[in-house]
């Protein structure tokens, strides 16, 4: 019988323990929206109250929101939509259309899409517009006709804000400020942008019919209020099914957050950047770990993260090379360190190998150019090596000139890790001058 | 290819544990992008196409190399998740936002049960095309609303790929190298031939290991000069010379022969055909025919000197031409050499550009029987041009004084020099003018009395 209730526990454990892992997963990967975002209070109610007026009152509008990439716009707006669209009046009325800098790369794209989101297909058909205005104008014109008195209330999404100030003449940015302006249809303009001089990219006339309203994101947490939350996006809801699991599952959470080489871990990465996706990134590493077999978060887990986090990426690449790649890489250092950063030319790079094999080595033996010339072709094809002007060929191969892309840190670093490295090799790359 | 398989989840089991983690949960999200980079033939695109046959996931393979436009990344992605009649409804050249589209479509028809993954081989070409490309599909997940992952497979780093005003940030994993001595041989041995035992396999692996493992560790280019060599290897065994057990000797057999190849094959100089028919051959160190070698390009006899008083003009400097090519000057006079760095030795720099005049001063000069200016000889100068011997520097239209440049290398210049059998005094000119670039200041009192001695030969 106890056996029979090992199995049957190991199986509610499973169960358990897959709902957990998949409301983790909600929330670290696919960046579920939380009840309540985490120290943006007053932005919140900005926002709110702004969008508020436009789908209630008929105000029309235009706002900004600008903050580094993953300081959580696009959370934010996800979050006040929310709550916008369970008021009743906002519910019945407002249309939403949502466009993207990466989708919508050309105003006519964009023009499309608006067409296709207000559901106006049929009413445009097969129509011709001289112009983007006469088009838009139209497209506004005909949410009219449903409500007699006035029209229906847009909200205008505009993600990657920054990339439609690149179209030509900035037409779709011009025309919906312009309606904004305009006291004809109820707009909302919201543009979400990671750049924060997005304003000189905007032309004259498209900037002055812009309302200059502008709200920032930018995380003022503490380390304190940064932990706090790390242990609720770790922690599990209170209406989990199985609030034994639970329990056991915040107590561990809790106990971890206070242990010393985690909190040293999370210090490290509040330091780098405060932003929540790569808390995200390090915490989904960490989960994903979880499994039946090891059911609860260990402080290794997340060391482990950590380090797969932290690492260069160079320094495993040049772990790979041959040791007649790595001789070059060594051979370019002492050219930056000797001529201070100059570029460099295949025939250079050959003359100081040529040296050290002369003078220095025993192990390496004498390799034929061609074949020295095909090790720094792969050593090219990697980018560890960049010529200076791509373009320009009628330069022979052997004379166009290169920068290396590693320091000289790097460099001295990838030595110490790299297998079986001939002591000759490590001696002439800690000598000063060649 | 199954122990293949296994062998391989032995080698790089602690990544593969993390890769797999993350797709252990089908039915639930997965994080969005995933890069994973590593050098040539360390298995990515095997072990990943694996796990995705093995845990049966719905995926989609693109080889970015193979999509010119997007729109054919796009009609594959749509083809292998919705079939092909999804995909025929892409229009003409499809923009992200018509796949964006109709992904949503087709997935709130058949939504997904199980995370979708599209595999990206090659995604270095993906920099090359739309700018909007890699970031959009990069966060993919958030812009069709559906579980879907996109896997970045590359041999380059991420820092290569960040766009300027940043992106999503992938998940990053290292797929490990392979170390010399357990797993390269290991996979090497896979291929030994079935009437040889697998020790003697292991023995000419690491004796091959031993000559191009400092030069290359490309498993791919290991195993193509693996297959190539074995037979001459065995060649002492069929004769009855040796045993297997003669390991020393089979060495002293094979090892001048793979030095040959590290020259030719490994170098594409030479067809694996071409090599093999070689070895066939009973006729022991005959010169093979590289397609680079210069001994058998057959020029004119004035193209020679040509070419050769090319060069020389190329890499001496102007003022150094009354020493060398007069055959009187009377007195030295120490001119201010200026103190050349070695860097900036003309050897290493590249060659100069020069008038015509200086190149039919300096031919003249070399050339050892008097020769009229006529038109085939000027005319020999364009066709030099053509076979990129020399290269025009300037102008097409500049009829006046056209500037030309030398494009051959030293070895080149003195294999010609050779089989024109010029004098000595011509090798010591060009030697002369090798000693003069590459020594220090310091030495040029004894330059200036070697050269004067030399003139008054």
């Known amino acids: 019988v106890q056996d029979r209730c090992g199995c049957v526990l190991m199986m509610l454990c499973d169960g358990v323990c897959v709902q957990a892992q998949k409301l983790l997963r909600e929330r670290l990967c696919h960046q ?40 959580g716009k696009t959370m934010l707006l996800g979050c006040v939509l929310r709550e916008l669209m369970s008021l009743k009046e906002a519910q019945k009325n407002v249309l939403l ?14 023009l499309k899409e608006i067409t296709r989101q207000l559901h106006l297909e049929n009413v445009v058909g097969d129509k011709v517009f001289g112009s983007f205005a006469e088009n838009l104008a139209f ?3 005909a949410l009219k006709k449903g409500d007699k008195s006035s029209s229906r209330p847009v909200l205008f999404v505009l993600d990657e804000f920054d990339l439609f100030a690149h179209h030509k003449n900035q037409t779709l940015l011009y025309n919906l400020l312009d309606v904004s302006q305009s006291a004809q249809t109820p707009v909302a303009v919201l543009g979400l942008t990671c750049r924060l001089d997005v304003l000189e990219l905007l032309e004259k006339r498209v900037k002055s019919r812009f309302s200059h309203r502008q709200i920032h994101l930018f995380s003022s947490l503490s380390f304190a209020q940064y932990l706090d939350v790390v242990r609720a996006q770790l922690s599990l809801p209170p209406d989990f099914p199985d609030p034994k699991f639970s329990d056991e599952w915040n107590h561990s959470v809790t106990k971890l ?8 871990i999370l210090r490290r990465n509040f330091n ?10 390090l915490l989904f590493l960490a989960v994903s770990r979880v499994s039946v077999s090891h059911s609860t978060l260990r402080e290794a887990d997340l060391i482990e993260a950590w380090r797969l986090i932290s690492v260069d990426s160079k320094a495993n690449v040049l772990h790979g090379l041959s040791i007649l790649e790595l001789c070059l890489i060594i051979a370019m250092k002492h050219l930056n360190d000797t001529y201070d950063g100059e570029p460099f030319n295949f025939q250079m790079v050959h003359n100081e190998f040529k040296k050290f094999i002369q003078r220095k080595s025993h192990s390496i033996h004498k390799f034929e150019k061609p074949v020295v010339m095909k090790a720094f072709e792969h050593l090219l094809q990697l980018e560890l090596v960049r010529p200076v002007d791509s373009g320009v060929c009628k330069v022979q191969r052997e004379y166009q000139l290169m920068r290396l892309m590693l320091e000289h840190g790097q460099v001295m670093e990838a030595l110490q890790r790299y297998p079986q490295c001939p002591t000759d090799v490590k001696q002439w790359a800690l000598s000063a001058f060649g | 290819m199954s122990h293949q398989k296994s062998f391989q989840y032995a080698d790089l089991l602690s990544v593969l544990e993390r890769v797999v983690d993350i797709m252990s949960a089908p039915d639930q999200y997965s994080y969005p992008s995933v890069f994973i980079y590593g050098h040539r033939a360390t298995g990515k695109s095997h072990v990943v196409l694996s796990i995705m046959k093995d845990l049966e996931l719905p995926h989609a393979s693109v080889d970015c190399v193979e999509c010119v436009s997007s729109g054919l990344l796009f009609h594959q992605v749509l083809s292998a998740f919705f079939g092909p009649d999804a995909a025929a409804l892409l229009p003409r050249c499809p923009s992200l936002s018509d796949f964006v589209r109709l992904y949503k479509q087709m997935s709130s028809n058949s939504p997904a049960t199980q995370t979708r993954y599209i595999i990206l081989d090659r995604a270095e070409r993906m920099r090359d095309m739309d700018f909007s490309l890699l970031p959009a599909l990069l966060r993919l997940q958030e812009l069709v609303n559906d579980n879907v992952t996109v896997i970045l497979l590359s041999e380059i780093v991420w820092e290569k790929f960040r766009p300027n005003t940043g992106c999503f940030e992938p998940l990053l994993f290292h797929f490990p190298d392979y170390s010399k001595g357990k797993s390269l041989v290991q996979i090497l041995s896979w291929d030994h031939h079935p009437s040889y035992t697998p020790e003697l396999y292991a023995s000419y692996i690491n004796i091959l290991l031993g000559v191009f493992f400092s030069v290359c560790r490309d498993l791919r280019e290991l195993r193509h000069l693996a297959v190539l060599n074995f037979s001459k290897f065995c060649e002492p065994l069929e004769k009855g010379e040796a045993k297997e057990s003669d390991i020393h000797k089979l060495w002293k057999n094979i090892e001048p022969h793979l030095q040959r190849a590290m020259q030719t094959v490994y170098l594409r100089e030479v067809s694996s055909v071409q ?4 070895q066939m051959d009973e006729k022991e160190a005959t010169t093979l025919r590289v397609l680079s070698a210069h001994a058998h390009i057959e020029l ?51 060659p100069k550009p020069f008038p015509l005049d200086r190149l039919m001063a300096i031919f003249y000069s070399v050339v050892d029987s008097r020769v009229a200016p006529t038109a085939s000889v000027f005319s020999q100068i364009s066709s030099l041009v053509t076979l990129q011997l020399l290269s025009q520097v300037g102008h097409d239209d500049q009829l006046d004084s056209p500037k030309y440049k030398c494009s051959v290398s030293l070895d080149f210049i003195l294999a010609i020099s050779r089989c024109v059998c010029v004098c000595v005094r011509l090798l010591d000119l060009l030697a002369l003018s090798l000693v003069i670039q590459s020594q220090v200041v310091r030495q040029e009192r004894s330059l200036f009395t070697a050269v004067s001695n030399l003139h008054l030969l």
């Not at chain 1, 957050?257 to 040293?264: F, P, S």
């Open chain 1, 32 to 71: 579920k929206l939380p009840d309540q975002p985490v120290g943006l209070d007053s932005q919140y109610k900005h926002l709110l109250e702004l969008l508020r007026r436009t789908a209630v009152h008929g105000e029309s509008n235009s706002v900004l929101i600008v903050g580094p990439r993953g300081s």
């Open chain 2, 275 to 278: 090599w093999e028919q070689q």
């Open chain 1, 139 to 141: 497209l506004l014109e």
């Open chain 1, 97 to 110: 259309v949502e466009l993207n800098g990466l989708l919508q790369t050309d105003d006519k794209i964009a």
């Open chain 2, 300 to 350: 004119p006899y004035y193209s020679k000197f040509l070419l050769i008083a090319a060069y020389l003009a190329s890499f001496n400097p102007a003022r150094t031409d009354r020493r060398f090519f007069l055959k009187s000057h009377g007195k030295i006079r120490k001119t201010n050499f200026l103190k050349k760095h070695e860097k900036t030795s003309n050897h290493l720099l590249g």
């Open chain 1, 257 to 264: 957050c206070e242990d010393k080489t985690v909190e040293e």
């Open chain 1, 272 to 281: 780098g950047s405060k932003d929540f996706r790569s808390l995200h990134s």
